[in-house]
């Protein structure tokens, strides 16, 4: 299960905490002992082995740790000495920090004794590592909760969905299928019930979710990238890459760069070819330039005829 | 392997000796009665130094003392317990169960390792999470850059760090950097520290950083400042702007959200007045401009002249 040989030191860490752990443990089976340590069984019996040659100068059977584990359940004595849980690292009490404020950001705000039991925390591992990190989540963990919960148990859902392509707000039932990243952003892929078809949606962009009904059996998603677009970036290269959801490498000249960028969506795509008009130009398709040209002239009618104070 | 045990026996052993002692006790007596150390004295003595190196990366103190003040007696250590143990003191079963989904978020992210051990420590504890709590939330930090834990890393140690940096033309950049702070904003990560080479405090995103970050030098290299406030640093990158914008009913909703609608207002029919403020002021075009003709910037004017300019540009190059 752990996918690194551990090192010397990284084995001793996990003994120091594997004896407090026994210890309020007495007669965990070998099995969930492993697994609470992320270990395999034979690795875990490796580590006991090891723990049972520890104890107070001497060494005698008097001081060395006691430990017993052949009837597959393990126990320990004579280890008084490391029975204290050890102390969190700073960096255990950095993620821990930056965890709360997550968890903070996603209880119902009605719960008030967990918001001061947080704040309390919060400020006692403040107090150890200073103000050195915080988190401002964009996904509201209660919807990842019922996704989660969805899809174990095959249920369908019901979501407020803002689409940013669209500029709109929509419900929508969905069959989620699983969750995943998409450059660095939570994403559920589903199946649309609305949309009929495969459609991927971000965490950070659902107002509300529900479950519904069961779910029907769908297949899996055929490649979603219908529209192909050639560009040529001319400047602000980090930004429109980003915007076009292009991923970029150090650049060695100073000329032009071209890419190409999938979407499943020809309005994304436009939208963005609008939004960077002085950095980028697209160049193919011959109908992609035309779509852009209407959409600026329009645009561009709009405010020839609007009526601007002074 | 069996190295692997030997190393792996004789630090927990030190470790138990050390920590049950009272008084301090001398290298002379850990060479002498702690399992492990063999060799020439001269083996013994980098055996101990690399010992003592490797339990203090695990936060574990040892304390160095003399028996006697009054006289020059050969140094002596110990651990204390109270700087062993876990230190956030007493905790009842809301709290452990808050600290565990803390640490679970992190779950296959690039702090696993850290987020396992962490959670071993709050278990070996022995009080029951309170499971109620654990049913309707699921959260989570999903985060699969190496970067992070390095950065988090050299904060926690005090350690400078170097990278690459790409900018807008996307040139690499090398950065020297005092790290003080992560945060997540916008759905990314930013390490915010001391700019050696701008001599002025700066915020990087990680995912535009290109390469590893680097720890270089010593530990303990600089002090974070104890006034810190890193959200300050999101808000004062420059000084913010104000515009009047139009917005076709139920369209713009992400500037809807951010502005303020004006109550009276000489918008037409089927239009909306807002008030926004921006900082950057080439990004807030751009942003204008991929609403196309559901959004109208009113004033200021340069910045219309500026749009109206673009989309002329447009009609030129792909009309």
């Known amino acids: 299960m752990a996918k690194t040989q551990s090192t010397p030191v990284e084995k001793a860490a996990r003994l120091l905490d594997l004896v407090p752990f026994i210890s309020t443990h007495q007669g965990i089976a070998l099995s969930e002992l492993a697994e609470e340590f992320n270990l395999s069984v034979s690795e875990l019996l490796s580590d006991l082995n090891t723990l049972w040659m520890c104890g107070l100068p001497g060494y005698t059977p008097l001081e060395l740790i006691d430990l017993e584990f052949e009837s597959g359940y393990v126990s320990i004595r004579n280890a008084e000495v490391l029975q204290r849980v050890r102390l969190l690292t700073k960096q255990e009490l950095v993620i821990i920090l930056l965890g709360l404020d997550i968890l903070r950001s996603s209880l119902d705000p009605k719960r008030e004794d967990l918001q001061a039991a947080i704040s309390g925390l919060t400020r006692r591992i403040k107090e150890i590592v200073g103000n050195v990190a915080t988190a401002s989540p964009i996904v509201d963990s209660t919807h990842r909760a019922i996704i989660t ?7 369908d859902l019901t979501v407020k969905y803002h689409s940013t392509i669209r500029d709109a707000v929509a419900e929508r039932v969905i069959t989620p299928l699983e969750l995943s990243l998409d450059l660095g952003f939570e994403v559920l892929n589903a199946y649309c019930q ?8 971000r965490l950070e962009n659902m107002r509300s979710v529900e479950l519904a009904g069961s779910s029907v059996n769908v297949s899996e998603p055929s490649d979603p990238s219908d529209y192909q677009w050639q560009l040529l970036i001319k400047s602000r290269f980090r930004t429109s890459s980003e915007r076009f959801r292009s991923t970029y490498k150090p650049r060695e000249s100073s000329a032009g760069e071209q890419v190409t960028v999938n979407s499943f969506s020809q309005d994304w795509l436009l939208r963005n070819a609008v939004s960077t008009l002085a950095s980028v130009e697209v160049q193919l398709p011959v109908s992609a330039r035309s779509l852009i040209a209407e959409k600026c002239q329009q645009t561009l009618e709009l405010y020839e005829n609007w009526v601007f104070p002074n | 392997m069996h190295t692997v045990s030997r190393k792996t026996e004789r630090l927990v052993n030190l470790t138990i000796a050390l920590l049950a002692t009272k008084r301090y006790i001398t290298k002379s007596e850990i060479f002498r009665t702690v399992d492990g150390y063999e060799g020439s004295d001269e083996s013994k003595e980098r055996m101990f130094e690399r010992d003592k190196d490797d339990l203090r990366n695990l936060g574990i103190e040892i304390e160095v003392g003399t028996f006697d003040p009054l006289f020059e007696d050969e140094t002596g250590y110990r651990i204390k317990p109270e700087n062993y143990q876990f230190q956030l003191g007493e905790v009842n079963a809301q709290e ?3 600290l565990s989904l803390a640490a679970e978020a992190w779950r296959g992210a690039s702090m696993g390792q850290s987020a396992l051990s962490a959670l071993n420590k709050l278990h070996a504890i022995g009080i029951e999470s309170d499971s109620e709590l654990l049913l309707d939330l699921a959260p989570a930090i999903i985060n699969q850059d190496e970067n992070l834990a390095i950065a988090i890393s050299a904060i926690t140690s005090k350690t400078l760090l170097s990278f690459s940096y790409l900018n807008e033309e996307l040139q690499p950049q090398s950065r020297a950097l005092e790290p003080f702070a992560v945060t997540s904003r916008y759905g ?5 520290g001391n700019d050696l080479d701008r001599k002025a405090n700066r915020l990087f995103r990680l995912d535009r950083v290109s ?3 680097k720890l270089q030098g010593k530990s303990s290299a600089f002090e974070i400042p104890s006034d810190l406030d890193v959200n300050s640093a999101f808000a004062t ?6 515009a009047i914008i139009f917005l076709r009913d139920g369209r713009g909703l992400n500037l809807r959200s951010r502005g303020s609608q004006s109550a009276a207002t000489s918008a037409p029919a089927g239009w909306q007045e807002f008030k926004m403020e921006f900082r950057d002021h080439e990004r807030f075009i751009e942003e204008i401009l991929w609403y196309g003709n559901d959004v109208i910037v009113s004033e200021p004017a340069d910045l219309r002249i500026e749009i ?3 989309l002329r540009v ?5 009309g």
């Open chain 2, 96 to 98: 452990i169960t808050l």
């Open chain 1, 149 to 155: 919960q969805a899809i174990a148990s095959r249920m």
């Open chain 1, 194 to 201: 609305s949309a009929e078809g495969f459609r991927t949606f």
């Open chain 2, 314 to 318: 447009g009609v030129v190059t792909y």
């Open chain 2, 188 to 192: 990314h990560w930013y390490i915010f």
């Open chain 2, 308 to 310: 109206l300019n673009r």
């Open chain 2, 237 to 242: 990158a420059s000084g913010a702007s104000h």
């Open chain 2, 211 to 213: 390469g590893d970050l």
